[in-house]
């Protein structure tokens, strides 16, 4: 299985059907330089890469906020967003956001293969929704389990805060996890 055959599959599933817009024949995986570190976002955003084709821009070429702010702490990393590979919990565009663990619980199986097939020493996960599909035990609070890196199936898992700017820790909540990342070995 390819990750070609992947997108195929999403293309042509109906489990979410009147609970998402669709993107047809439009790729779910950002490939970037190396694989090295994959990040999962929860959901694609409405005006984000999935219309656009291009990774943290929208459809006239100007980097959105969230892709701003992110840009900035992989800079501690002396890293790029725009290099880095990057795949959606969420396959689709959620209709309401409400429908978000729906939706999530329904592609957890294609961004599990995704990820077989990337093989990333590092998933750094944005937010709730892609931490709860791949963390295999149950937390109450988001805020007990961002900045810990845990081990799943082989992979090492990181849960930051959502860099979206409506989020109040999107950026200052995320600095301390990135200069300790930064000081680590993992790459």
């Not at 984000?48 to 501690?76: M, Y």
């Not at 309401?96 to 999530?104: A, V």
């Not at 996960?125 to 845990?150: A, C, Q």
Request: proline share 6%.
């Amino acid at each position: 299985m390819t990750l070609e055959d992947l997108d195929k599959e999403v293309h042509t599933c109906n489990k979410c059907q009147n609970l998402v817009e669709k993107f047809p024949n439009s790729p779910t995986v950002y490939i970037g330089k190396n694989n090295d570190i994959v990040l999962i976002g929860e959901a694609p955003a409405n005006n984000g890469w999935r219309k656009s084709h291009k990774l943290w821009k929208d459809t006239n070429d100007k980097v959105l906020p969230s892709g701003i702010i992110l840009q900035k702490l992989f800079a501690i990393i002396e890293r790029d967003i725009f290099d880095t590979t990057f795949i959606e919990s969420v396959k689709c565009y959620p209709l309401d956001r409400k429908n978000l663990k729906t939706c999530s619980t329904n592609c957890k199986n294609i961004m599990l293969k995704q990820l077989e097939l990337l093989n990333p020493k590092l998933i750094i996960t944005l937010g709730e929704f892609p931490t709860r599909n791949l963390l295999n035990f149950k937390f109450k609070k988001f805020s007990d389990v961002v900045g810990n890196i845990y081990e799943v199936n082989n992979y090492k898992i990181l849960p930051i805060y959502h860099p979206s700017p409506i989020s109040p820790k999107s950026y200052k909540g995320n600095i301390p996890i990135f200069e300790e990342l930064k000081k680590l070995s993992i790459f």
